[in-house]
């Protein structure tokens, strides 16, 4: 997780040049080391995929635990400049210490929608 938030944190800086290749290696890169992360923690954390007008955006489904209870799910999503990579440390842990599922995800203009999909934000995606 440290891996991918270091990639992250490059990868956040580079946009003084919106078309430096770097910005997607990076973002790449975070991703993919998130996913060794989740892979690593265990059956608990899921990666999926919301349908969204045509196409779909990227999240995680953390569960509070794996005994099949139903729980209430907390959805997050982060800002403009946000990725779906830094949103465990912000909600998705302290969601499940407390005993909810979370979902957290990128939306349209932010993550990997922006950068792998050019899907640009919009003001009424919620």
Not at 37 to 56: C, H, N
Not at 82 to 87: A, F, G, Q, T, V
Request: hydrophobic fraction near 30%; aromatic fraction near 16%.
């Amino acid at each position: 997780m440290r891996a991918s938030t270091y990639f992250r944190t490059a990868e956040f800086y580079l946009h003084g040049n919106p078309g430096d290749p770097r910005i997607l290696s990076e973002s790449r890169a975070s991703q993919k080391a998130y996913a060794e992360a989740a892979r690593l923690t265990g059956p608990t954390w899921e990666r999926v995929e919301i349908p969204y007008e045509g196409t779909t955006l990227p999240g995680c489904f953390y569960k509070a635990d794996n005994s099949g209870k139903p729980r209430p799910t907390v959805i997050f999503f982060g800002g403009f400049d946000s990725s779906n990579e830094e949103l465990f440390y912000s909600c998705g842990a302290p969601a499940i210490r407390r005993g909810y599922n979370c979902l957290t995800f990128d939306g349209p203009g932010q993550g990997a929608p922006i950068r792998e999909q050019k899907l640009p934000f919009r003001y009424d995606w919620e």
